[in-house]
């Protein structure tokens, strides 16, 4: 084989790069999200100092304290002045535990992993709403595609994402089951983090798009047709995770 075979051979391609992509500060972020749980931390445990992540690390404590002030803002870890830094007692830390591992918003592997986890229960949610749904969870739904759909008209990011957030709350609000509820409400928590990387912080023609499918779900829900709901749902998340997929893409390749 010649020398250039063998370069194509093992070039990476263009979704590998989008995988192995990261910036300084998010791969450190990620690191210590390993050492956590390679180190079988829980809530409350001091973490070592910045000066020893970044010793244990190989890099610069200025990376490191970039990489802590996203972990805090994601409720991973929290900085305590005087006293060092400890693994976060609240909602993110306990949500990201409770499935098994630590999450990490960096990692497109388990963007889309999580991707196909809402898929399956929010396909099951949709189905079920279409069968249960009442008057009142009817009207908290539509609500929510209006307020989504007023959001993205008046160029309102915070309005249209907390529509979004109540518009899957209450459908599977609608299946009447607390445990899809709760699964529906943690992996939407996990979806956040990776918003706090920046991967969904504008409005554009998705946006508008999503509010349109949000709309075709209410629609199917509303008149009593579990397969058509939970086609919609499905055709949705998919076209959410192919957002995802671009905007890395974006910032990989500008």
């Known amino acids: 084989m010649s020398d250039t075979s063998e370069a194509a051979a093992v070039a990476p391609t263009g979704e590998e790069t989008v995988r192995n992509y990261r910036p300084g500060y998010e ?18 445990d001091r973490l070592p100092t910045e ?58 592997d388990h963007i889309f992993m999580l991707f196909e986890f809402r898929r399956v229960q929010e396909m099951a949610a949709a189905t079920l709403a279409a069968t249960r749904a009442t008057p009142a ?23 249209f994402n907390q529509a979004d957030e109540d518009f ?7 299946a009447r089951n607390s445990f899809l509820v709760a699964a529906v409400r943690d992996a939407r928590r996990l979806q956040r983090q990776s918003s706090n990387f920046g991967l969904h912080d504008t409005l ?26 939970a086609d919609a749902t499905a055709l949705h998340l ?3 995770l192919e957002d995802y997929r671009q905007e890395i893409q974006r910032r990989v390749f500008g």
């Open 51 to 108: 000066n020893d992540l970044a010793g244990r690390l190989g890099t610069s404590r200025a990376v490191v304290r970039e990489a802590v002030k996203i972990l805090s803002a994601l409720g991973r870890v929290r900085a305590h002045k005087g006293r060092g830094l400890f693994v976060a007692d609240d909602e993110g830390m306990l949500t990201a535990s409770r499935w098994g591992g630590f999450f990490r918003p960096t990692d497109l």
């Open 137 to 159: 969870d009817l009207r908290a739904i539509e609500v929510a595609v209006e307020t989504c759909r007023h959001g993205f008209v008046h160029d309102q990011v915070e309005v």
């Open 27 to 44: 791969l450190v972020a990620e690191r210590i999200l390993e050492f956590i749980g390679e180190s079988s931390l829980v809530p409350g």
């Open 238 to 240: 998919d076209r959410t």
């Open 168 to 174: 899957h709350v209450a459908v599977a609000g609608a």
């Open 204 to 229: 554009g023609p998705r946006s508008e798009a999503a509010v349109e499918e949000h709309a075709a779900i209410y629609e199917a829900i509303r008149d009593g047709r579990p397969e058509a709901a």
